[in-house]
């Protein structure tokens, strides 16, 4: 069964402090990944979309890995800033041919001055 | 920039009662979606349509759902008696080169 997991399910950092989001998959055949950026209320937002053959992209501190062999992805934040309390939702989609797409639990972030 | 638009943002309405939430997507694009997310909870896949027809559905949407795109803008989710348990929010969003664009929502409540 095609399934996306996240951990962790929330996560409370100091602002200007690093962290990293972790996203597993199961979805075959794989075609991308993408992550999204939800704030309360408002519809997600696309943060990065990682390939195949991607294993490292970068969106300002936004930075996400694939490790396609694994099945895992992360995305790091750097620098964390207030606006970066969200959720962060993992977004995997498969090659079928339907153009569906696999959505995440997704991580609750929240930064505190 | 182009951006999928929902309306209403949010409504109240009865057990029962039919709800119309309405999406005019990106104008270019030709896939449409209808996501829910009930509060608190992950995002879940309702519908998608292609050409005019729906080209793929979840088990939620069953019999008292139905999707309409009746001219060339407006992309139309219909929930025909509504329950308690469709209180959540409603995404459209429109998908080109494989990029998936979401609308603000519009936030359902069933009383």
């Known amino acids: 069964k095609n399934q996306v997991e996240q951990s962790p399910q929330s996560l409370i950092i100091l602002e200007g402090k690093n962290c990293t989001l972790q996203c597993n998959y199961t979805v075959s055949p794989f075609s991308n990944l993408r992550w999204y950026k939800q704030d309360t209320g408002r519809g997600p937002v696309s943060l990065t979309i990682m390939t195949f053959s991607e294993n490292t992209k970068s969106n300002g501190r936004y930075t996400a890995t694939l490790d396609a062999d694994t099945k895992q992805s992360s995305l790091h934040i750097t620098a964390s800033q207030l606006s970066d309390s969200a959720s962060y939702i993992c977004?995997?989609?498969?090659?079928?041919?339907?153009?569906?797409?696999?959505f995440g639990t997704g991580t609750r972030l929240k930064v505190l001055a | 920039e182009p951006e999928v638009t929902q309306t209403p943002s949010h409504q109240v309405t009865q057990m029962g009662q039919e709800v119309i939430l309405r999406c005019v997507p990106i104008?270019?694009?030709?896939?449409f979606y209808w996501y829910r997310q009930i509060l608190g909870q992950k995002v879940e896949f309702l519908v998608s349509?292609?050409?005019?027809?729906?080209?793929?559905k979840s088990e939620i949407f069953d019999d008292q759902f139905s999707v309409e795109r009746p001219d060339g803008s407006n992309f139309t989710l219909k929930i025909r008696s509504t329950k308690l348990e469709d209180s959540a929010m409603y995404f459209c969003?429109?998908?080109?080169?494989?990029?998936?664009?979401f609308g603000e929502g519009s936030r359902l409540t069933v009383l």
């Open positions: 349509f292609y050409n005019n027809e729906i080209s793929e």
């Open positions: 104008s270019n694009h030709l896939y």
């Open positions: 969003a429109s998908m080109s080169g494989g990029e998936l664009f």
């Open positions: 977004v995997v989609s498969d090659t079928s041919g339907t153009y569906k797409y696999i």
